[in-house]
């Protein structure tokens, strides 16, 4: 019988802890519930989130493909000097950076043997003058020969021929400035003996223009012609020259051809490596942005764009693009966009899909 009781006690010990468990549950629930409905009737009543950007509007421009290529600035006029004659150095005017004109003497070897026989030749050329005149009277007198009047024309003739031979030799040991030109460096000093074909320096052509040779694909250089401009950089600054011919030989290793291009203005020194720029193919209309605009991500590149919902309110949306090179502070927009588009700038690393947007200025 007690333990009856006692039985009959636990039972209902354990349905009261049930009903205690049951009761704290349906309690905690129904405060959670109220709870979240507070919390959403809270945030209902609290304002969407605004991102402020700044705003321009996607516009049309010309552009052009280009391609990109290596050259090599040259003066216009370039050469190595070099002596024709052997003989020992006389007199040197010679300074590296140094501006020469036309003409003036950079390089005198010794002619003093060359002058003696000049004189010599010219004397010699004196009296066969002399004698001719002399049988030229006795021939009208005929006291001479027609023959030996022919003998001494001729010696005359000789004589003056061997004066300018001299005179030649002379002129080749004086080595002068073919144009006016900026020498290189040099190394050849006053008493020093040079062999024929001894290199003396370099010079090269001051013209305000300059040539750039530079190296395109055979497909490219199809499509050149002279006259065409392309765009030389050097640095960061550009300067437009215009092609002046395109090599008629394509190289068979590289397939590329050789272009020359002018520069009418002020150029880099000669020798310099340059940037240049050549245009592929005819111009084409494209949407330019700021480069501002441009986002890139995991996905490719993308732009914001700022257009309303149906309730009049401005959001932003993320549009895929294809973007182009840089020009100026625009960067070309290749395909994804369309002129008169807005797009967000400045702040647009802020934005997600749909976020309500504020701007602060537009372009």
């Not at 009856?4 to 704290?24: F, H, K, N, P, Y």
């Not at 011919?245 to 310099?272: E, W």
């Not at 309110?313 to 993320?318: D, P, V, Y």
């Amino acid at each position: 019988m007690r333990s009856r009781i006692l039985a009959s006690r636990d039972w209902i010990r354990s349905v009261a802890l049930v009903g205690a468990v049951l009761v704290t549950g349906v309690a905690l629930a129904a405060w959670k519930s109220a709870t979240a409905r507070a919390a959403s009737a809270a945030a209902a009543r609290q304002p969407e989130p605004i991102e402020s950007v700044n705003i321009a509007v996607a516009k049309e421009r010309e552009y052009r493909p280009t391609t990109t290529s290596v050259g090599t600035v040259l003066a216009l006029e370039s050469i190595t000097l070099r002596n024709e004659l052997a003989g020992t150095v006389r007199k040197v005017a010679l300074v590296p950076g140094q501006v020469v004109e036309t003409g003036a003497v950079l390089v005198a070897l010794d002619v003093s043997v060359e002058q003696a026989e000049l004189d010599a030749e010219t004397a010699q050329a004196d009296l066969a003058a002399t004698t001719l005149a002399r049988l030229e009277r006795l021939l009208q007198a005929q006291a001479v020969s027609q023959e030996e009047v022919d003998q001494a024309r001729a010696a005359r003739d000789v004589a003056l021929a061997q004066i300018e031979r001299t005179r030649a030799v002379i002129a080749k040991k004086t080595i002068r400035a073919p144009f006016r030109a900026r020498v290189g460096l040099a190394d050849v000093h006053p008493g020093q003996y040079l062999n024929e074909g001894t290199e003396l320096t370099t010079l090269q052509g001051v013209d305000a223009a300059a040539n750039v040779d530079f190296t395109v694909a055979q497909a490219v250089a199809a499509g050149l012609r002279p006259g065409q401009s392309v765009t030389v950089f050097a640095g960061d600054s550009p300067t437009t020259a215009r092609i002046a011919a395109v090599d008629a030989r394509v190289d068979p290793t590289t397939r590329n051809a050789l272009v020359r291009a002018r520069i009418s203005g002020h150029a880099p020194a000669p020798g310099a490596s340059v940037r240049v720029e050549v245009p592929v193919g005819p111009p084409t209309a494209a949407v330019a942005i700021p480069v501002s605009a441009l986002r890139k991500g995991p996905g490719g590149d993308h732009v914001f764009l700022i257009a309303p919902d149906s309730a009049g309110k401005t959001r932003a949306h993320l549009q895929p693009v294809r973007s182009g090179p840089v020009l100026d502070d625009d960067v070309v927009i290749l395909s994804g966009l369309t002129p008169g588009q807005r797009v967000a700038t400045s702040g647009s690393f802020k934005l997600r899909e749909a976020v309500l947007v504020a701007s602060d200025s537009s372009r």
